[in-house]
Structures are given as C-alpha cells and as structure tokens.
T-cell receptor, first 112, second 112 residues
Framework: AQTVTQSQPEMSVQEAETVTLSCTYD???????LFWYKQPPSRQMILVIR??????QNATENRFSVNFQKAAKSFSLKISDSQLGDTAMYFC?????????FGQGTELSVKP | DGGITQSPKYLFRKEGQNVTLSCEQN?????MYWYRQDPGQGLRLIYY???????QKGDIAEGYSVSREKKESFPLTVTSAQKNPTAFYLC???????????FGSGTRLTVV
C-alpha cells in the first residue's frame, strides 16, 4: 500500500525558533514527487515546497527546507525563524502514480 | 489571475436531497480532483478526471457522482446515498504530477 505517515499530530514552537516536522511514506515506486502543503485557518491549501525523488539535493524555499532520505523513505520539513503566520496544519503528500496521497497532518502553533 | 473557483463557500443540505458543488478552473489543466476533509483527518480522494469526458473513482466514491463535460469544469454531486456528507470539500487541478496540485478554497457542506 502507498501511504504517508505524520507521527506528530500537534507541535508548537516559539517565534523565531526552528522546528522540524516529520514524514515517512511507503511505496515500491522509484520515481515520485513529494510535497508539503500548508493549510492555515482559512483552510486554503498552499504548496510550501516540493521535491523530486530522483534529485539528491534537498529542496529549499526561503525559510523552508526539507531533509529527503530516499532509502529511509523520510521527508521532513524544517521551518527556520518561525513566524506567527506559520501557524497552520501542515500536510506531507506524495505522488507515486497519478494521485496525490496525503498524510494525516501536523498542527503547528507558533507562539509569541 | 488563474486559479480554481469553488462555489458556494457554505452549503446546507436537508436529509434526502442531492446537492452539487461547483469547481471551475482557468489554469488550462487537464487533470482535476475532488477531496473530502474531515476533522483530524487528511484529505481523501473522492473522484478524479485526467481528461474531458473521462473520470475514475477514488478511495471514497460511494454516494458521490461527477461529470467532466468541459475542461474547465468538474462538478461534484453529493447524493442522498451519502450517509455522512457533512465535511469540507476541496477541488484541485494539476498540469503535471511534478508540480503537485493547485487547490480551490473549498466548500463546507452541512446536513441540517
């Protein structure tokens, strides 16, 4: 089965600190794409960062970066210099075939 | 600006009624998707369409129906056969799995 697991239902971090959200996945495919989406209280799903499985270099988008470990099937998200606006639900997702498969989400609270 | 428009934002359904959720995109994407989101859960795929006049069932298609007569439009009908339709519904589209999905702002459906 192709699944995504986010083992941290809730996390909190102080403003300006760094936090890492964990994600593991399971697939027998060799070529796939991984994503982190953010869903703030408005419930709009926003793409934060993406990673192509055939690329060894970890993706970075401003304060957001990933640690992609293909052999371990791990895809964690690091948020540096956390801001109050980062408070949201974060979903890890991947596309092994034609459909995007989501994890259960991690609710992140950034505290002033 | 290009994007996905879902309407209405809030929808109330009486027991035994069918209701239709609208999803329109002007991104020229071939593929479109419908997801259901329940509290504390990730997104679950209801139906998807990769081309006009063709669509496939997702993981939880029972009690739902769709049509894809135009590239821009992918309406979802929640039928009276859906026993627990109260949820948040998200529509998405994609030009390529490499780029992930673009999401609409969602429709909150409540049974009254």
């Amino acid at each position: 089965a192709q699944t995504v697991t986010q083992s941290q239902p809730e996390m909190s971090v102080q403003e300006a600190e760094t936090v890492t959200l964990s994600c593991t996945y399971d697939t027998s495919e060799n070529n796939y794409y991984l994503f982190w989406y953010k869903q703030p209280p408005s419930r709009q799903m926003i793409l934060v960062i993406r990673q192509e499985a055939y690329k060894q270099q970890n993706a970075t988008e401003n304060r957001f970066s990933v640690n992609f470990q293909k052999a371990a099937k791990s895809f964690s998200l690091k948020i540096s210099d956390s801001q109050l606006g980062d408070t949201a639900m974060y979903f890890c997702a991947f596309i092994p075939g034609g459909k995007l498969i989501f994890g259960q989400g991690t609710e992140l609270s950034v505290k002033p | 600006d290009g994007g996905i428009t879902q309407s209405p934002k809030y929808l109330f359904r009486k027991e035994g009624q069918n209701v239709t959720l609208s999803c329109e995109q002007n991104l020229n994407h071939d593929a479109m998707y419908w997801y259901r989101q329940d509290p504390g859960q990730g997104l679950r795929l209801i139906y998807y369409s990769q081309i006009v006049n063709d669509f496939q069932k997702g993981d939880i298609a029972e009690g739902y129906s769709v049509s894809r007569e135009k590239k821009e439009s992918f309406p979802l009908t929640v039928t009276s056969a859906q026993k627990n339709p109260t949820a948040f519904y998200l529509c998405a589209s994609s030009r390529s799995r490499r780029y992930g999905y673009t999401f609409g702002s969602g429709t909150r459906l409540t049974v009254v």
